[in-house]
């Protein structure tokens, strides 16, 4: 096992069903099996569940707020309500806001670190293809331009938590729910 991953057996059962149905993730019915594999597994599943709750907010509908201290993200719905979603947050150091709008999406996205994250920890791939061993999970929401997403994990008993370089972590259930919600140029606010 390589350093920079810690692996799950969760994830083992999942790679043996897959491989067990044809290729990991090459096609639009790959990702479909993949996804409703990884949906029945309790396992992998966010420990903190996702609700429709009181909020009111200005914003309008589909707007996605990200609560860092409160290691939360709110979906506005409108008429005072919103979908809470539990999220991992950046760590001491990597805190950062800003009001962005979602720049593209992606399904089980490929992984390049950054070159400042290199420098910190150079055991990191270079590359990693998307699939259930890489960090950014089964989606994947760009903000802007920056480097940052709103990203699936596969470790999801980090969620609730305060581990990232900056990204915003969901358990793959919540982000796939997410990204359905949220269209491309959708307004996020990032807020401390």
Same mark, same amino acid.
């Given at each position: 096992?390589?350093?920079?991953?810690?692996?799950?057996?969760i994830f083992f059962s999942a790679?043996?069903?897959?491989?067990?149905?044809?290729?990991?993730?090459?096609?639009?019915?790959?990702?479909?099996?993949?996804?409703?594999?990884?949906?029945?597994?309790?396992?992998?599943?966010?420990?903190?569940?996702?609700?429709?709750?009181?909020?009111?907010?200005?914003?309008?509908?589909?707007?996605?707020?990200?609560?860092?201290?409160?290691?939360?993200?709110?979906?506005?719905? !409108?008429?005072? %309500?919103?979908?809470?979603?539990? =999220?991992?947050?950046?760590? /001491?150091?990597?805190?950062?806001? @800003?009001?962005?709008?979602?720049?593209?999406?992606?399904?089980?996205?490929?992984?390049?670190?950054?070159?400042?994250?290199?420098?910190?920890?150079?055991?990191?791939?270079?590359?990693?293809?998307?699939?259930?061993?890489?960090?950014?999970?089964?989606?994947?929401?760009?903000?802007?331009?920056?480097?940052?997403?709103?990203?699936?994990?596969?470790?999801?008993?980090?969620?609730?938590t305060a581990v990232s370089s !900056?990204?915003? %972590?969901?358990?793959?259930?919540? =982000?796939?729910?997410?990204? /359905?919600?949220?269209?491309?140029? @959708?307004?996020?606010?990032?807020?401390?």
């Open positions: 096992m390589m350093v920079w991953r810690r692996v799950y057996p790679v043996t069903l897959i491989s067990a149905h044809g290729a990991l993730a090459t096609s639009k019915q790959d990702i479909k099996t993949y996804d409703e594999i990884v949906a029945s597994m309790p396992e992998a599943q966010s420990p903190i569940h996702r609700f429709e709750t009181w909020f009111p907010s200005d914003e309008r509908p589909g707007t996605v707020i990200v609560k860092a201290s409160e290691k939360r993200l709110y979906l506005v719905l !409108g008429e005072s %309500r919103a979908i809470k979603y539990g =999220i991992g947050v950046a760590r /001491e150091g990597f805190e950062w806001s @800003a009001e962005l709008k979602v720049s593209m999406k992606r399904q089980w996205p490929d992984w390049t670190p950054p070159e400042e994250m290199l420098k910190r920890q150079p055991d990191l791939p270079k590359h990693m293809d998307g699939g259930p061993d890489n960090p950014l999970g089964a989606r994947a929401l760009y903000l802007g331009a920056t480097l940052y997403r709103i990203h699936g994990s596969n470790e999801p008993e980090t969620i609730g !900056g990204c915003i %972590r969901m358990a793959n259930d919540d =982000i796939i729910d997410l990204y /359905e919600r949220v269209p491309v140029g @959708a307004k996020v606010i990032i807020e401390p």
